[in-house]
Structures are given as structure tokens and as C-alpha cells.
């Protein structure tokens, strides 16, 4: 039985930074697509940021495009999020999710799910 672990969420301000990590467990994840949700207050969760087994194909939602960056290790069976550029907008919970086939913006079709990590984007 696998499981996600997220953490490195916080408070940061408008502009800012932060850099989230998922540490699978339990099984190895090297052969599944890794990705990122959030769930913002009074929302439904949305896709955020997906990433091939090997890293070599990764997707971004419109919203975090060209400020997010998605990479994982599959020696340390980790997957990451960076965030630049942080908008109030993006606070949410956030959290990791695994799956056996490609890469899929969609909640249903992903196996595993990570309990969340808090961001918070605030001054």
C-alpha cells in the first residue's frame, strides 16, 4: 500500500516563493505519473501540474504556467513543486497524487493521494 506525504507549505507573501515536496512510501512510484492539486476554500480541487514517470514530459494548468516547475527523483522517490511569483489566488491546500497510467488533469483516474500541505499567499 503506497503512500504520499506532502510538506514545505507555509505562508508566503504576494511575489513570493515556496517549494513543495511529496515523499512516496510504501511502494516505488518510478513508474507512475506524479502530479500536483489544490483545493482552494469554497472550491472544487483542480489540476495544477503533472509529470511523466521519467521526468520527461510535465504539464501545467494555465494558472501556474511559467510560474510553477514540477521535477521529481526517483532515487529519493520524491516529486516537487516550485512556486514563483506566488498570487493570493493560489491559496489552497495542496496535494500530491499518483498514478499507473499517463499524465491526466482529471481527479477520478488518480490512485494514490497525499493528505495536503497548506499554502497560504498573503501580505
Known amino acids: 500500500q503506497g503512500q504520499l506525504v506532502e510538506s514545505g507549505g507555509g505562508l508566503a507573501q504576494p511575489g513570493g516563493s515556496l517549494g513543495l515536496s511529496c515523499s512516496a512510501s510504501?511502494?516505488?512510484?518510478?513508474?507512475?505519473?506524479m502530479a500536483w492539486f489544490r483545493q482552494a476554500p469554497g472550491k472544487e480541487r483542480e489540476f495544477v501540474s503533472a509529470?511523466?514517470?521519467?521526468?520527461?514530459?510535465?504539464y501545467y494548468a494555465d494558472s501556474v504556467r511559467g510560474r510553477c516547475t514540477i521535477s521529481r527523483d526517483n532515487a529519493k522517490n520524491t516529486v516537487y513543486l516550485q512556486m514563483n511569483s506566488l498570487k493570493p489566488e493560489d491559496t489552497a491546500v495542496y496535494y500530491c497524487?499518483?498514478?499507473?497510467?499517463?499524465?491526466?488533469?482529471?481527479?477520478?483516474?488518480?490512485?494514490?493521494w497525499g493528505q495536503g500541505t497548506q499554502v497560504t499567499v498573503s501580505s
Open positions: 509529470i511523466s514517470w521519467n521526468g520527461g514530459s510535465t
Open positions: 497524487a499518483a498514478r499507473r497510467g499517463g499524465s491526466s488533469p482529471q481527479i477520478s483516474v488518480y490512485d494514490y
Open positions: 510504501g511502494r516505488t512510484f518510478s513508474a507512475y505519473t
